[in-house]
């Protein structure tokens, strides 16, 4: 069974940064698109950025395009997503998510394999 795990959320004030990483483990990780969701309570999970095994291929959602990038490291079977500018509204659990069929998709039924979820809180 493949695993992801995140690390690297925490609670920040408006306008700072943090990093998220996701290792991904029992897998063969340089087969798939790797994703970054967010979610928040009583509503459903949101996409946040996906990337390619190339990493040549990379999609993000309107609302953190110029303040978020993802990455990913094959080596490493690690992907990262580097958050800058962070808001209030940034606020939520954050989680990684593995895609064996390729598709870049932005709905979360598309992707295979879930981490646990990793909490980033921002205050104002």
């Known amino acids: 069974q493949v695993q992801l795990v995140e690390s690297g959320g925490g609670l920040v004030q408006a306008g700072s940064s943090l990093r998220l990483s996701c290792a991904v483990s029992?897998?063969?990780?340089?087969?798939?698109?790797m994703g970054w969701f967010r979610q928040t309570p009583g509503k459903g999970r949101e996409f946040v950025a996906a990337?390619?095994?190339?990493?040549?291929?990379?999609y993000y959602a309107d609302s953190v395009k110029g303040r978020f990038t993802i990455s990913r490291d094959n080596a490493k079977s690690t992907i990262y997503l580097q958050m800058n500018s962070l808001k209030p509204e940034d606020t939520a659990v954050y989680y990684c998510?593995?895609?064996?069929?390729?598709?870049?998709?932005?709905?979360?039924?598309?992707?295979?394999?879930w981490g646990q979820g990793t909490q980033v809180t921002v205050s104002s």
């Open positions: 990337i390619n095994w190339s990493g040549l291929r990379i």
């Open positions: 029992r897998g063969t990780f340089r087969n798939y698109v």
């Open positions: 998510a593995a895609d064996a069929t390729n598709n870049m998709a932005s709905t979360p039924s598309s992707y295979d394999y």
